[in-house]
C-alpha cells in the first residue's frame, strides 16, 4: 500500500478520531474506508452522468422513448413480480 501524506485542519482530525473511535476503528481506517466509499460513489455518478447521455442521444437520434408513466408502472410491477413484461419505446417525435 502507498503511503500518502495528508494535513488536516485540528477540529476535522479531532471529528474523525472522534466517528472512527466510535466505529470501533483506527482514525487511519476510518479514513481509508470513508475515501472508498467516496471513490465508488464518484465512480458510480460519473457512470450514471455518460449512460443518462447516451440515453439522451439515443432517445433524439430515434424519436423513441418510455411515456414516464409506463416507466414507473414496469418499475412497480418489478418490485412486486421480476417476470414484468419489459414496455415497449412509444415514437414522441420524428426522428431526424
Known amino acids: 500500500m502507498a503511503a500518502t ?12 478520531a472522534k466517528l472512527a473511535a ?3 476503528q483506527t482514525p487511519h481506517a476510518f479514513m481509508v474506508d470513508t475515501l472508498a466509499r467516496e471513490a465508488e460513489r464518484s465512480e458510480l455518478r460519473e457512470r450514471f452522468a455518460a449512460h443518462s447521455a ?4 439515443e432517445a433524439l437520434a430515434t424519436g423513441k422513448t418510455y411515456p414516464l408513466a ?5 418499475l412497480e410491477s418489478r418490485v412486486a ?3 414484468a413484461k419489459r414496455p415497449r ?7 431526424k
Open 81 to 83: 413480480d421480476s417476470k
Open 5 to 16: 501524506s495528508l494535513k488536516l485542519p485540528e477540529d476535522l482530525k479531532q471529528r474523525i
Open 89 to 95: 419505446t412509444r415514437r414522441w417525435r420524428a426522428s
Open 70 to 74: 409506463v416507466a414507473f408502472d414496469y
Open 54 to 57: 447516451e440515453s439522451e442521444r
Open 22 to 24: 466510535g466505529a470501533g
